[in-house]
């Protein structure tokens, strides 16, 4: 368990029932030897009182811009903090935040602060699915805000649904995360994501059920764990500034651009879903209906995957997926030693909550360590795809430090 020792958290809590739990966090915070100082807003202290916060934090609770010896407490808090994190973050807070409003001293240290920051919303789930808060939300995380999503549950008045505050165990384990050694850092990793769109004429394609939600999960894995990373993807999904990313849409597309980053790369990672087939001659106008049905003829795209493998570069790590629906092992195996990959994540996409378009994953890691003819096999439990993307990265790691990864050391 990563200590936390001297390390200075603000920990703002805003006005929500779950205000309560923050108190645990807290609590947890300071066992593993940091330095928390709460910051309560006035919303907050109508659910917990000031004393307790007091009494478990690292110093005395602070409320407002105007109660402090110093007159400038919000830049104070802000300069020193090594990390700032909101639970809960209430809807009020994330909106004032990703406006750019400083309107209390939490938002205001929230502006005067370079650290990063952590918020764990927590609201009734009509609030936590309205447009403007996931808009706010997907704002900040653009601009490199952490977010420790709400689970499903028991919410305040005895409504049952999603919003409720992250468990004070998983907020803590996403601030040791990101106060942490970063194990990647001077690595540039490539990764592809989403799934290709091969045109049949202007207005139609031949696609995939891939979401891109696996793809961006490792590059934000990554990315937290100190890589420079590059997202070839066909899909606009929320990333972390700070990534690059650049946009594609078919096979050549993506070969293109993946060859092109892979050059000076340590680590790529195919996760998109690649179409195998296209229209040998894509329509220049729109197929009417009144001419017949068409007859479309497809011919094979290139194996970008395959290519990597043939220009890989020593010491440089590829890692392949295979999306199966049946033997499973077998098939990962062929792909591992016909693409040159050192490592392929089989998932058996037929499987309940698994794969396409799926927020958890389950997956079998196949490994070729260098100098071995042997290939080790990792199960990796269903879990959600930011922990299966962890699993991946700890494996690609364990192969340029030469390590020996063990099974139980995943999941
Ligand atoms: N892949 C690729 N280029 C293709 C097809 C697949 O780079 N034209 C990559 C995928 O990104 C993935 C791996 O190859 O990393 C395996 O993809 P998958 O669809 O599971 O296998 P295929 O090689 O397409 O074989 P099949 O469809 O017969 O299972």
Not at 277 to 303: C, H, M, N, S
Request: proline fraction near 6%; hydrophobic fraction near 45%.
């Amino acid at each position: 368990m990563t200590s936390l020792a001297g390390r200075r958290i603000v920990l703002g809590v805003s006005g929500g029932i779950a205000a309560y739990k923050a108190v645990e966090v807290c609590r947890r915070l300071v066992d593993l030897g940091a330095h928390v100082s709460p910051v309560l807003t006035q919303g907050a202290l109508r659910f917990v009182g000031e004393t307790t916060f007091s009494a478990l934090g690292s110093e005395r609770v602070q409320t407002s811009l105007w109660d402090e010896v110093s007159p400038i407490p919000h830049t104070r808090l802000g300069q020193q903090a090594d990390l700032v994190l909101v639970c809960p973050a209430t809807a009020r807070v994330l909106g004032t935040f990703a406006a750019g409003i400083s309107n209390d001293l939490l938002t205001a240290t929230l502006l005067a602060t370079r650290a990063p920051v952590v918020v764990c919303p927590a609201m009734h789930t009509e609030m936590w699915e309205h447009p403007a808060v996931q808009d706010n939300l997907a704002l900040l995380v653009r601009r490199g805000v952490h977010v420790v999503p709400p689970g499903e549950g028991r919410l305040a008045g005895g409504d049952i649904g999603k919003g409720r505050l992250a468990e004070p165990v998983d907020v803590v384990a996403a601030v040791q995360r990101l106060l942490s050694p970063k194990p990647l850092a001077g690595w540039r990793v490539v990764v592809s994501s989403g799934g290709t769109r091969e045109p049949i004429d202007p207005v139609r394609f031949i696609g995939n059920r891939s979401s891109g939600k696996q793809g961006h999960a490792l590059a934000s894995e990554a990315f937290e764990r100190g890589a420079s990373v590059t997202v070839v993807t066909t899909v606009d999904r929320p990333l972390p500034a700070g990534i690059v990313q650049e946009r594609v849409e078919t096979a050549e597309q993506m070969r293109q651009a993946m060859m092109a980053a892979a050059v000076d790369a340590d680590l790529v990672v195919m996760a998109a879903a690649v179409a195998d087939f296209r229209p040998v001659d894509p329509a220049a106008g729109k197929i009417k209906k009144d001419k017949g049905v068409p007859q479309i003829v497809l011919e094979p795209t290139p194996d970008i995957l395959a290519g990597l493998g043939s220009i890989k570069r020593p010491g440089q790590i590829l890692v392949g997926f295979a999306a199966e629906t049946s033997d499973l092992r077998d098939n990962a195996l062929g792909k591992l030693t016909r693409k040159g990959a050192d490592l392929i994540v089989a998932n058996d996409v037929s499987a309940p909550q698994v794969g396409f378009e799926h927020d958890t994953n389950q997956v079998v890691i196949l490994v070729r360590r260098p100098g071995s003819d042997e290939v080790e096999a990792i199960d990796v439990p269903l879990d959600d795809k930011r922990r299966i993307a962890a699993a991946v990265l700890d494996v690609a790691q364990s192969l340029r430090s030469g390590e020996h990864q063990h099974d139980n050391a995943l999941g």
